[in-house]
């Protein structure tokens, strides 16, 4: 199976999540319709990207978050296991080491820290969740640690909770977004275990966990588990051996989801195989269709059954032009950007386009090519004031969109 595995002149990177260019003996059928993200230039060159940071770099970013305590900090993660946190300040000189936990954490491609979530209530139980691969076998975290007692710019790394763990039987699709919903649960993204293809149909396979949005509650542990499963969780207490923990599932790697903090509603973008690149909105229960479907096109046929699949809000055609994989954003609430309001921020790894899509009464009516990151789009971010930040995944620097 080959990969796009150098860019910009790195070596092995985040790449693609993975974006595979063989067949695998698969989808050899040829897509017809697609959603094209393609703007006019004038629509492009609406806003630009501004060096939020100026003096800073963080080696191979792949997060931006901010605990909603009243600090005004930001809070970078470095893909082989380093959280940073700064003061929010244009002219912040350098960085803290919040956490290091790169001596247990397996980086490199697609693996490494990959997520970081606050507790809604981190400003008083200093809780903080991360989701990284580690170990030989190769298997994903999810941890909770907690702030240091004595300085808050340091967190107790002796403070590890394991709440969950599950083996992952290749290296790439590792998913790794954390983050709590307005519901105050944990919700977690998976991607399909890897290789090309989804060998083990492990995204339609509802007894494993892999390919799927996990949601949980951190704050009730239950038995031997650290956690409990939400009442309401569509397969609690089932009686066919499938994991309660499954919100929604058919994903492949679901590289970056966000909620919209305005609405609850939850969005993501998924990275696809050969074809097309998806932007699903996470609804309980939901079948995204991975691997009968590459985005809304049948993956191994020319034709499946389709009965009960949700199929994307938006979804686009690899190519040089559009790119060969998505990157999940925010809905924006940015008040520097008021244009741009309730509008959905996303853009492509490989291309480096940002796009912004008008989602209304249930559909798609337009998207907006605004502006172009010309060093691997790894994630977007938001402070704890909305702002949004775009971070680069090669030269590690971190941008702001801004109007002209």
């Not at 923990?245 to 903090?261: L, S, T, V």
């Not at 309980?284 to 049948?298: L, S």
Request: aromatic residues 12%; charged residues 25%; contains cysteine.
């Amino acid at each position: 199976m080959k990969k796009f595995r150098t860019i910009y002149g790195l070596g092995l990177m985040l790449v693609l999540m993975s974006c595979d260019f063989s067949n695998d003996g698969q989808n050899k059928k040829t897509s017809t319709a697609f959603a094209s993200p393609i703007a006019t230039s004038a629509e492009s060159g609406k806003y630009n990207l501004a060096v939020a940071f100026p003096a800073l770099e963080f080696e191979q970013p792949v997060e931006l978050t901010s605990p909603r305590d009243n600090t005004d900090r930001i809070f970078v993660i470095a893909q082989k296991g380093i959280i940073h946190v700064l003061p929010n300040k244009p002219d912040v000189k350098k960085s803290a080491v919040f956490l290091d936990i790169s001596n247990q954490v397996e980086s490199g491609g697609e693996k490494g820290l990959l997520g970081l979530a606050f507790h809604p209530d981190y400003k008083s139980n200093g809780y903080f969740y991360v989701n990284y691969t580690s170990g030989d076998p190769l298997e994903t975290v999810i941890s909770r640690f907690k702030v240091s007692a004595s300085n808050p710019d340091i967190a107790d790394r002796k403070s590890e909770v394991v709440l969950l763990r599950y083996r992952q039987p290749y290296d790439n699709h590792n998913g790794g977004k954390v983050a709590f919903g307005n519901d105050g649960f944990l919700y977690i993204a998976v991607g399909d275990g890897g290789s090309g293809g989804d060998p083990g149909n492990r995204g339609q396979n509802r007894k494993e966990l892999l390919g799927k949005i996990l949601r949980i509650d951190v704050n009730k542990p239950s038995g031997n588990l650290k956690y409990s499963i939400p009442a309401d969780n569509p397969f609690a207490g089932n009686k066919e051996g499938f994991r309660e923990e499954i919100y929604a599932y058919g994903m492949r790697n679901p590289w970056r989801f966000n909620f919209d903090r305005q609405t609850g509603t939850l969005w993501a973008g998924d990275v696809g195989q050969n074809k097309i690149e998806e932007i699903d909105i996470i609804e309980k229960g939901g079948n995204y269709g991975w691997r009968i479907m590459e985005a809304d096109k049948c993956f191994q046929s020319d034709d499946c059954d389709r009965d009960g699949l949700s199929t994307p809000i938006w979804s686009y055609e690899q190519g040089s032009e559009t790119g060969r994989s998505v990157t999940g954003g925010y809905v924006c609430r940015d008040k520097n950007l008021p244009d741009l309001n309730g509008k959905y921020i996303f853009g492509d790894f490989v291309s480096g386009n940002i796009w912004a899509l008008t989602y209304a009464n249930k559909k798609a009516t337009k998207n907006e090519l605004i502006t172009k990151l010309s060093d691997g789009l790894s994630s977007f971010g938001e402070d704890s004031n909305n702002n949004l930040y775009v971070l680069a995944y090669g030269e590690g620097k971190i941008y702001k969109i801004q109007g002209q």
